[in-house]
């Protein structure tokens, strides 16, 4: 359970992490199912702590648990690390070896293909959002039929819509995923754990804006250094500047 902070003693596990990030929501859940109590610290992903930046030197990013005054980051890395050190409580992975394995495979899955898929979905209009919509699509295909056939079979627990104006998990396209989606929401610690519907899809709408901000700006910049002259363009104009940076708010944090 989270508790906070006394500015006495420190914690025995302390959280970095941000309310909108679906990896510290990770993190979180893994600890309320595991009735670890934690002190949980909200970072600013504009303005990073410097305690932040001297725990994770590497990645610079959310989550980070320190269990102990020493730190672990990345949210797989740190679900493991709590099935090892309290495998007395609920454990968060199977006990079987190659079913431990298979759960690591789809779990890296979510984050390579799953996640960044939707998440150029997100960023994108016209023919390339299509083409990431359909990315989404062959993605969830791919565990749908996991949850009819594969590994998840008759088990129990693994959304994204409203931002774009685009259905990504379709019930009649998706049943048994979707009928995982609705089970796994319904569960008590994940209403503890994830924010409301309404306030992520605000911080979303808000990112989706910069982040097509940035690619129309970076398209006029292109467009603009290429018009000056056939000639000039094509011989001595100077290449293109690079697009804008995004801030670091809109970093993805593992």
């Not at 309320?32 to 002190?39: D, G, I, N, P």
């Not at 949980?40 to 990645?59: F, I, M, T």
């Not at 007395?88 to 779990?107: G, K, N, T, Y």
Request: charged share 25%; glycine share 8%.
């Amino acid at each position: 359970m989270e508790k906070q902070e006394n500015g006495g003693e420190a914690p025995e596990l302390k959280l970095f992490g941000s309310w909108a990030s679906s990896y510290t929501h990770r993190v979180q859940l893994a600890l309320r199912l595991k009735a670890l109590e934690f002190v949980y610290a909200e970072e600013d992903l504009g303005n990073k702590s410097e305690a932040l930046l001297r725990l994770n030197p590497v990645h610079k990013k959310v989550p980070v648990l320190v269990h102990r005054g020493r730190a672990l980051a990345e949210s797989v890395i740190i679900l493991q690390y709590l099935d090892d050190a309290w495998p007395e409580s609920r454990p968060l992975l199977p006990s079987d070896p190659f079913d431990r394995a298979l759960a690591r495979f789809w779990c890296h899955f979510a984050d390579d293909k799953l996640g960044p898929a939707v998440g150029a979905v997100f960023a994108s209009t016209g023919k390339e959002q299509e083409a990431a919509v359909q990315q989404v699509h062959d993605n969830l295909a791919l565990l749908e039929a996991e949850l009819r056939e594969g590994a998840f079979k008759g088990r129990r627990f693994f959304g994204g819509d409203q931002v774009t104006g685009v259905r990504l998990v379709d019930a009649d396209a998706f049943p048994l995923f979707h009928a995982w989606l609705r089970d796994f929401e319904a569960q008590e610690e994940v209403k503890e754990t994830i924010p409301s519907v309404d306030r992520l899809l605000e911080y979303a709408r808000g990112l989706r804006q910069m982040l097509l901000a940035l690619a129309a700006g970076a398209g006029a910049g292109a467009a603009a250094a290429a018009g000056s002259s056939p000639v000039t363009a094509a011989v001595d104009a100077p290449a293109p500047a690079a697009p804008p940076a995004a801030p670091q708010a809109a970093a993805v944090d593992i």
